[in-house]
């Protein structure tokens, strides 16, 4: 059993940013950061934030007076986030856990994190911080993948890895794309006391300009690559059966993928009584 899945550490954050960021979360971030804009919030607090693709995208978005504060769990992915802005620029990056974020009460009006709660150990409770956090009539927004059926890329990186070592498969490809089903996350935050929840699914067909980069950033662009080395496995040789894999179902020149996330905005405040 992998217990790994969060770290973020070492080479990958860079692998991650220039192989992943550019074909499967930057396009979404930019439309993350236009529902965040639309919101008019004064302080964002992000969680998870990783390399800073979404940070970037909302300070890019956002009037100069609104505060943002941009948290991960791991330093290393928070540095690579650090380079992406000037000095001085208004935002604090930090590193911080999203199940308990070190945080007052309603000390922000919007919450926002993208493809993180997947890898929260207690889901339960990073709707209840989230809540905490929050003032009254503001917004927890959080997305995650939809399942492999709608990421086909991550189905082909699941089964190549699973392939490999057909007695105890590397699990980090399932993580990211295990909180599908929506009823139970519309429940959590409901329970934790969100007044409502509004749910988008949102599909885009992503060209990707260099598929030898992007299967690399699939491998060693996250925790797979680590789970592989610890079974003993060659990472080059997953690599290259990847890349072989995703031209043969997406294509070669150029290569499209179909790429599907699920939106949650949960509102904090009374319940209309009517
Ligand atoms: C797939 S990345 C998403 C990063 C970024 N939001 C983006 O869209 O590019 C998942 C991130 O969740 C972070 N993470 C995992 N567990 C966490 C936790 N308990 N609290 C905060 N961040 C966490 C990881 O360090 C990693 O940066």
């Known amino acids: ?38 919101l008019e919030p004064k302080l964002v607090v992000e969680t998870a934030a990783g390399t800073g693709i979404l940070s970037r995208a909302l300070r ?41 974020l070190p945080f007052d009460d ?24 989230a809540y905490r956090v929050l003032e009254d009539g503001g917004h927890y927004l959080v997305s995650v993948w939809d399942s492999h059926a709608f990421n086909g890329f991550a189905e082909i990186g699941h089964r190549i890895a699973g392939e490999l070592f057909p007695d105890d498969p590397p699990q980090f490809m399932a993580v990211p794309f295990s909180c599908s089903a929506i009823d139970p996350i519309k429940a ?20 990707v300009p260099d598929p030898e980069l992007f299967a690399r950033g ?31 179902r997406f294509g070669t020149d150029p290569m499209v993928l179909s790429l599907q996330e699920i939106v949650f905005v949960a509102r904090k ?6």
């Open 1 to 38: 059993m992998d217990d790994n899945s969060a770290k973020f550490v070492g080479a990958i954050p860079d692998f991650y940013d220039r192989g992943l960021g550019p074909v499967i979360f930057a396009d979404f971030a930019a439309g993350m950061a236009q529902r965040v804009k639309a």
């Open 60 to 100: 890019d978005a956002l009037p100069g007076r609104t505060k943002i504060i941009a948290t991960d769990l791991n330093a290393p992915m928070i540095e690579v986030a650090r380079r992406k802005f000037a000095r001085g620029e208004p935002i604090v990056l930090q590193t911080a856990d999203a199940v308990n």
């Open 106 to 129: 309603a000390c922000c009006d919007l919450l926002v994190c993208q493809y993180g709660m997947m890898f929260f150990p207690d889901k339960e409770q990073s709707y209840r911080t």
């Open 188 to 207: 959590g935050l409901l329970e934790a006391g969100f007044s409502s929840v509004e749910i988008s699914v949102n599909r885009i067909e992503k060209v």
């Open 218 to 248: 699939m491998v060693l662009g996250n925790p797979l690559g680590d789970q592989i080395r610890a079974r003993g496995g060659d990472v080059e040789a997953v690599i290259a059966a990847t890349l072989a894999a995703l031209h043969e």
């Open 269 to 274: 405040g009374a319940v209309a009584r009517v």
